[in-house]
């Protein structure tokens, strides 16, 4: 697998920075994007109309980036999409690879990630946020999100619409979360998971299993609101 993969995505295991970059000063976009200091633009770009890029920022080649969206300081993207009116905060990562391995006694051997990340229209990322680009899926924040700081979206996520992620939680790779999702700060969720539609996540929950719709939990494990409640007073 690891011949396979350096052989035919070369960048999906060692995830090295993009040396096509250029100064955007030498580039199309000085023309059409309003910009700090110090950005630099990979090849194959594409940033939409009435565009914000902050200082020190790095764009990867290939991405794409539709209109009237704001990009904050100190920021790296690659391997992602990111739709109209999104707004990313200062010091985020997008589109990094994910933490997936083959389990060796000797060697323990990374995978590939060869899916992006896809940020749908009108939503913000918070400051220092990090979100892993898929392993053989993308990883997908639906529209309408908002996401606090330091929030870890980990590879191969789903996120619906019109969620709100407070700061400081973590989901694990390969889990999904429904529309209308509350999710308090410092909570974590476990990686393979289905968590519902309108579905409310207390602060500093642990959720180690599946969410119905409509439910409100809270507690590590996380169980029911009336019961936790209960078993708390």
Known sequence: ???????????????????????????TFKKKVKYGKNILIGKNVKIGKNCL??????????????????IGSNVIIR???VKDNVS??????????????????????????????IINENSEIGCGSTIDRGSLSNTVIGKN?????QIHIAHNNKIGNNCIIAGQVGMAGSSSLGDNVMIGGQAGISGHLKIGNNVHIGGGSGVINNIEDNS????????NLRDFIRENR
């Open 88 to 117: 990313i905060l200062d010091g985020c990562v997008i589109g990094k690879k994910g933490f997936g391995f083959f389990p060796n006694k000797n060697n323990n051997i990374r995978y590939p990630h060869i899916g992006i990340v």
């Open 1 to 27: 697998m690891a011949n396979v993969t350096k052989e035919f995505y070369p960048n999906s295991i060692t995830d090295d920075f993009d040396n096509s970059v250029k100064d955007i000063d030498k580039t």
């Open 79 to 81: 391997n992602t999409i």
């Open 145 to 149: 999100v908002f996401l606090d700081n």
């Open 216 to 223: 409100k939990v809270m507690g590590y494990p996380a169980k």
């Open 53 to 70: 890029i902050g200082h020190n920022t790095i764009i990867e080649k290939n991405v794409s980036i539709g209109s009237n969206c704001s």
